[in-house]
Structures are given as C-alpha cells and as structure tokens.
C-alpha cells in the first residue's frame, strides 16, 4: 500500500473514524462520516475515505456498511506513532469486568480532536490549580486567538508559557493557576507577545 502524507481534511477524517470506533465499538458508515462533516452528499465522504485507503491509513471490507478499519502501520507513518491500544473500560468506582478487546488506538487526534497539535512540557507549579503540573505535557492546537479565559501557550519576549487568558481594555492579562503568582499584564508595549493556541488536553505519566 502506499504510505504518502494526508491533507488536513484526510487527517481529519481519519481521525474521526478512529475515534467514532473508539466510542463506540463499531467504525462510522459513510453517510456517519460525511453528516459530521456537513459533505453535501456520501460521495465526498467516500472519496476522503477512498484515499485513505489508498494511502495505507484505512482498510475496508467489501460490501460492508462498517467495513472500515484503522490500520495501525499505516497510522505510524503518517502521524510516527501507531497510538495506544484501547482495550476497554475501567470504572472509577464499583469494579466492572474487563474485557480485554481493542476497540481501536487511542491517538492525539483521537483524544483530543483533530487540527495542528503539538505538546509542550511544563516547567514550574504556576498552573497547579487548574491540573497542570510541573513535568507534565500539555496539548495544544495551534490557533492565534483563543476563546475568553481559555489556558492557552503564549509567547512573552520570545519565552513560552502556559496560563489562562484574560482580555482586559487594553490588552490581556496572563492569570496563573497558583495565588503565589500574581498577574501578568500584556499590552501593546509588551515585546513578543504572540498566542500559540489552546490547551485542549494534558498527558500525564504516573510511573
């Protein structure tokens, strides 16, 4: 098979059809995968899928409305990683049993959406109150702007730091999750001020 680079949009979709079979046991029908993406009609779906296919990233069964499957070497060569496998659930409270059956793999863009992700380790406790700590990653899409009071990774004199985003009249203010840290402001005088996007997730290990 051929294991060339996707587009953003077969990114997308692939990350869909990776995460859908995640959720639910089962990989999206076409008519499932063009209604998230608002295609006018199946065919655009198809055709998305159809290259994917030809690119090594899904496999399908014929004559098969759920035919489609990630394929995990052709996962590794587009994104470097095959992703973890998902084999169930586990109950936070009263035991459930395990059953250990792969339900697909649980990548970036499956956790955390698909767009131009990338991770940053964080250094410091400034952020300990909203769950991020020192030594952990965190996730970001990449986005100039972010929503009110978003946490975000913004650049301040060419240093990189994660805090939440606050609009004020005459700039913004970097709000750090931890009261030994006090505000930031940012104005218009501030040197290298730039949004690097979102945080939309956080990696932890516990080992």
Not at 145 to 155: G, K, T
Not at 188 to 194: D, M
């Amino acid at each position: 098979m051929e294991q060339r680079s996707l587009t953003d949009k077969q990114a997308a979709v692939l990350a869909f059809v990776e995460g859908w079979a995640a959720r639910h046991g089962v990989p999206p029908t076409v008519r499932e995968v063009a209604a998230h993406f608002g295609f006018r009609s199946p065919r655009a779906a198809a055709d998305h899928l159809d290259a994917l296919v030809r690119k090594g990233a899904l496999r399908r069964t014929p004559n098969t409305a759920r035919g489609l499957r990630v394929v995990a070497t052709g996962d590794a060569a587009v994104t470097g990683t095959a992703g973890v496998p998902i084999v169930g659930d586990v109950a936070a409270g009263l035991p459930i049993l395990a059953v250990e059956n792969t339900l697909g793999h649980l990548t970036l863009e499956s956790a955390f959406g698909s767009g131009d992700l990338f991770a940053v380790r964080v250094r410091g406790d400034s952020m300990i109150d909203y769950g991020i700590h020192e030594g952990d990653y965190v996730i970001v899409r990449k986005a100039p702007v972010v929503e009110p009071d978003a946490i975000a990774v913004v650049y301040v004199e060419g240093e990189a730091t994660v805090k939440k985003l606050r609009k004020t009249r005459t700039g913004y203010e970097l709000i750090a999750g931890n009261p030994n840290y006090a505000p930031v402001a940012i104005t218009a005088e501030t040197q290298g001020f730039a949004v690097a996007g979102p945080v939309v997730g956080v990696v932890r290990s516990m080992a």
